[in-house]
T-cell receptor, first 113, second 114 residues
Framework: DSGVTQTPKHLITATGQRVTLRCSPR?????VYWYQQSLDQGLQFLIHYYNGEERAKGNILERFSAQQFPDLHSELNLSSLELGDSALYFC????????????FGPGTRLTVL | AQTVTQSQPEMSVQEAETVTLSCTYD???????LFWYKQPPSRQMILVIR??????QNATENRFSVNFQKAAKSFSLKISDSQLGDAAMYFCAYRNPNNNDMRFGAGTRLTVKP
């Protein structure tokens, strides 16, 4: 158990809908990262927040957005969902913002029908 | 752009034997971090080992060790005394501390034969 929690574990929805994925970092970690892993593929970095501020953006679609709240939990919002958005979405956390090791949550599996 | 290449989509090893997984990366930075993560069938991403580029000494964690060749931009993972529980996808990752970008390779699927 990494100490990072993600909810829900599974999510099934229809095309065009909007969903919110939630992540709580390890106690004491200020950074939260979001990744997307499509079937049998590597991880694509989406976005990084540090202590409430956006620090880096990766391959995140405009239909996706995220934020980190004062209690340091983070939410990833996915809207106008398409079939291709079906994937495993991971959240990771680290103490700082630079080269610290990232610890991953168990992931949220999103299925868009 | 920094890219990470894992040239072995699949590898197989006999239980108790040693296997080496390859990883190369491309970067113009001198300071960065490298990682190996393991993803078993549960899909949980588990940190195996970490290497700071400024350290010449290769990192070691029990049965796991790396061969870090900075000039060659190579970062291979050696698993000694392989166990059935080592069977998983292994991902090599590169992190640039300047822009916080983290890049993963496509992964190597390791099978351990009893």
């Amino acid at each position: 158990d990494s100490g990072v929690t993600q909810t829900p574990k599974h999510l099934i929805t229809a095309t065009g809908q909007r969903v919110t994925l939630r992540c709580s970092p390890r106690s004491g970690d200020l950074s939260v990262y979001w990744y997307q892993q499509s079937l049998d593929q590597g991880l694509q970095f989406l976005i990084h927040y540090y202590n409430g501020e956006e620090r880096a953006k990766g391959n995140i679609l405009e239909r996706f957005s995220a934020q980190q709240f004062p209690d340091l939990h983070s939410e990833l919002n996915l809207s106008s969902l398409e079939l291709g958005d079906s994937a495993l979405y991971f959240c990771a956390s680290s103490i700082g913002a630079a080269g610290d090791t990232q610890y991953f949550g168990p992931g949220t599996r999103l299925t868009v029908l | 752009a920094q890219t990470v290449t894992q040239s072995q989509p699949e590898m197989s090893v006999q239980e108790a034997e040693t296997v080496t997984l390859s990883c190369t990366y491309d970067t113009s930075e001198s300071d960065y971090y490298l990682f190996w993560y393991k993803q078993p069938p549960s899909r949980q991403m588990i940190l195996v080992i970490r290497q700071e580029a400024y350290k010449q000494q290769n990192a070691t964690e029990n049965r796991f060790s790396v061969n870090f060749q900075k000039a060659a931009k190579s970062f291979s993972l050696k698993i000694s005394d392989s166990q059935l529980g080592d069977a998983a996808m292994y991902f090599c990752a590169y992190r640039n501390p300047n822009n916080n970008d983290m890049r993963f390779g496509a992964g190597t699927r390791l099978t351990v034969k009893p």
